[in-house]
């Protein structure tokens, strides 16, 4: 799947639609999940993601 980003020489915004984040989740294990969304807290889980991700209705 190609993800779709907006890049400069400091900043990479990934565009997550709600089709990205199902591949991410059903593909991706949990320390490739923090990379992928730039998450640094341990310990986060993938139903966390997706609660958040369902609570702001792109699920």
């Known amino acids: 799947m190609d993800f779709?980003?907006?890049?400069?020489?400091?900043?990479?915004?990934?565009?997550?639609?709600?089709e990205v984040h199902?591949?991410?989740m059903e593909t991706l294990s949990d320390s490739e999940l923090?990379?992928?969304?730039?998450?640094?807290e341990a310990g986060l889980e993938k139903t966390?993601?997706?609660a958040g991700m369902r609570a702001?209705?792109?699920q």
Do not use: C, K, Q, W
């Open 34 to 40: 923090m990379e992928f969304f730039g998450l640094d």
């Open 4 to 18: 779709n980003h907006i890049e400069t020489p400091r900043f990479l915004l990934r565009i997550v639609t709600p």
């Open 22 to 24: 199902s591949h991410a």
């Open 56 to 58: 702001h209705h792109f």
């Open 48 to 50: 966390e993601i997706a």
